[in-house]
């Protein structure tokens, strides 16, 4: 009896302190706390990033300032971090002092009010600067690129597996692809076609939903399926020698019809979300040192 109860004293011991052993392991390796979702969303990024350097064709000298550049952004946005991690316990505490008084349906004192605007507004201030930072490192790089760099970095659009052929950033229509497509819509029978229409537009509209994600709403899709609609019943009543004349537009025109639709993102943006991002340092010092072997 004593040897059970010295056993379940020290189970209970153990799993009283097993929180605490997950808090500080956590805490000294982070990267524990990382899901299988943040690992797959970080090999995205990694990708699309990958993909935009390889789009670009980009000079050793080019590579090595976007390098010098990204590593500056990172300096930059860590002691953002520092500096608001330093100031939050006392933001924290502001804000409760706040909720409290406000729970009570009491006015916020003046002096109370005065200490949360004076701390709020360093904050601004300081993620102003850090952001204005930023803008002048993209500056630099997008200085540095030729006319044809800056069309296809204006072009890029964000993806995993770019289309083949010329141009592999992920801006350039599979024409090929797409007119395959066409031409199998078109070899439909009318009497199965006029069966299935419905569902062949809903599928569609489920393809475009996929790739714009929350962007496609309710207007928005009927707006596109409108498009859709007019564009399958038009181009089932090409014939084949037109089809065949205009194959490339008609590629092109669709291809716009179901490009996800959302907010472009500027040149300067583009160049802070994705050449000054922490996933293009490693591939930068990669690709640094591969160029730099061949010479």
Known sequence: M?????????????????PGILLVFTAAFPQARLTAQDETEALRREIRVLNLVNGLELSLEQMQLILEKATESQRLLQEARLNYTSRQPELDRLLEEIKRYRLDDKDVPPELAQRFHSLDTDLKKERARIQEALQFLARDIEKSFKPHQIYALDNYVPCVIPPKGEGRIGQ??????????????????????????????????????????????????????????NFYDRLRDLSEVDFEVQKESLAKEFASLIKPKSRPLNLTRKIEAFL??????PILNAKIQEAQSKD
Do not use: H
């Open 172 to 229: 350039s229509v599979d024409v090929k692809g797409i007119s395959s497509r066409l031409a199998r819509l078109r070899s439909v029978p009318d009497r199965v076609y006029d069966r299935r229409k419905r569902q062949i537009l809903e599928r569609t509209l489920e393809e475009i939903k996929l790739r714009s994600g929350p962007a496609f709403n309710e207007e928005t899709e009927e707006e596109v399926a409108a498009g859709i609609r």
């Open 276 to 281: 000054l991002s922490p996933e293009i340092i």
């Open 2 to 18: 004593r040897k059970r109860k010295t056993i379940a004293r020290l189970l209970t011991s153990i799993s009283c302190l097993l």
